[in-house]
């Protein structure tokens, strides 16, 4: 298996555990069902979910939605580049969609710490799902520009 | 004459030549996973800056006062500001069998929490609007958590509260002390209520089963940095942005309250502010 097949498995398994926590997330809060949470002073996922930061701004929809449609676009351009490896336009699109995913996930952590004052564990998987498929991303994109290839 | 060489488009779907592993591809993951830790080691030494010392509660003198002055604010006082300031958009109409309390009056069901910031602020206009109807004991002053947004909004905690009245009963639940450990716990058809109407967001107040109210109707920032006494001194001028707030919410509790004791008080629930209010509750 090539080195850019790995890469991209890996993109695609961050992806799907992303959107499997996400999932998770979104339909705790329809359902309206207790979370499988630890609950500590900093580690609290009800305390997190329940603020106002739990939903989009003025709406009632959970911002749990918002990762399940991040990971939902991230899994097919992944697929894509299965289809197109060599497409340089895909690679750029997927570690810009990337990038966009880790700004939100640094925000969304500003909040949970700063504003909050208490971690989401759920939330933090989700975060780190994001920063390793951000990684992966900017590897295989860096691993195909010129200038970041060794000399021959 | 030579044919020009045809170039070939270059076949997106023929899987690149796998790159050789870079080095200096590591220098850029290195540098954004080092990016990312001090970003979020900087967020929590911010936080820990910023904190803020719990405020001293009020002595027990002051305390006594505190709550004799609040729950004594004259109807009239309602009636000037009217609804003030205060956010309607969280009374939702409910549509469930009426809510009966432990002594079979009309039951207003308060649940919430004492770290909640949001549930700080809208104890003040609840405390005032229910001492229209029946009298409150075992109010104590405390403050929503440090570590939570709007941090230390004076409040009086509903842990230990009863409520004397012939008109409603009083269920009030703080689910979570003010370091956000569980205090008290909800009964299964407290919390299907909550989940119902709120999505298990706290403040929620149930009058009855014929409205409930999800959240706040104003803004823990209203109080931001006042204390006990200043909050309730404030009360006494209807033009100051806590009057408005408070009393205004106030104002649309005891509204809220009259659907579901059949007006009574007549004193109160006649007022033409509170009727006003009470006429433009959704249908």
């Not at chain 1, 701004?57 to 299965?82: D, H, K, N, Q, R």
């Not at chain 2, 089963?209 to 006494?236: D, F």
């Amino acid at each position: 298996m090539t080195r850019d097949r790995v890469l991209l498995l890996t993109a695609a398994a961050s992806g799907a555990a992303g959107l499997a926590v996400s999932g998770y997330l979104t339909a705790v809060h329809s359902a309206s069902a207790p979370l499988v949470c630890p609950a500590t002073a900093t580690v609290d996922c009800e305390r997190v979910l329940s603020s106002p930061y739990g939903v989009l701004p003025g709406s009632a929809v959970p911002t749990s939605a918002a990762g399940v449609a991040w990971f939902a676009i991230s899994l097919v351009l992944v697929g894509l580049l299965f289809r197109h490896p060599a497409s340089a336009p895909l690679r750029r699109l997927l570690v810009g969609w990337a990038a966009l995913g880790l700004i939100s996930v640094l925000y969304l952590v500003f909040i949970e710490v700063v504003v909050i004052g208490a971690i989401c564990a759920w939330c933090t998987a989700v975060h780190v799902l994001v920063l390793a498929f951000f990684l992966v991303a900017l590897v295989r994109w860096l691993s195909f520009e010129p200038k970041w290839q060794s000399p021959t | 004459m030579a044919q020009p060489k045809r170039r070939r488009r270059p076949d997106s779907r023929r899987p690149p030549p796998s790159p050789p592993a870079q080095p200096g591809v590591l220098v850029p993951v290195i540098v954004t996973l080092a990016g990312v830790v001090l970003l979020v080691s900087a967020f929590f030494v911010y936080r820990a800056l910023t904190l803020k010392p719990a405020p001293p509660p009020p002595s027990q003198t002051s305390t006594a006062s505190l709550i004799a002055e609040i729950t004594a604010i004259p109807d009239s006082e309602l009636a000037r500001v009217g609804a003030g300031t205060a956010d309607q958009s969280n009374v939702k109409r409910a549509n469930d069998p009426p809510l009966r309390g432990p002594d079979g009056k009309p039951e207003v069901l308060y649940i919430g929490g004492e770290f909640c910031p949001y549930c700080a602020a809208q104890r003040w206009p609840i405390i005032i609007a229910l001492s229209r109807f029946g009298t409150f004991s075992g109010l104590q002053p405390a403050s929503s958590s440090s570590t939570d947004a709007f941090p230390n909004t004076p409040t009086f905690t509903f842990r230990s509260v009863s409520f004397q009245s012939s008109y409603l009963d009083l269920v009030a639940l703080e689910v979570r002390d003010r370091n956000g450990d569980p205090l008290q716990t909800m009964t299964s058809e407290q919390r299907a209520l909550l989940a119902k109407y709120t999505q298990n967001t706290i403040p929620f107040v149930d009058f009855g089963n014929s409205y409930v109210l999800s959240g706040p109707n104003y803004s823990p920032q209203v109080l931001a940095g006042r204390s006990w006494q200043q909050v309730a001194a404030t009360l006494k001028d209807p033009s100051s942005p806590q009057a408005k707030a408070i009393l205004g919410s106030a104002a649309v509790l005891t509204a809220l309250t009259c659907q579901i004791t059949g007006g009574q008080p007549a004193a109160t629930c006649s007022l033409p502010a509170i009727r006003s209010l009470g006429d433009s509750l959704p249908r």
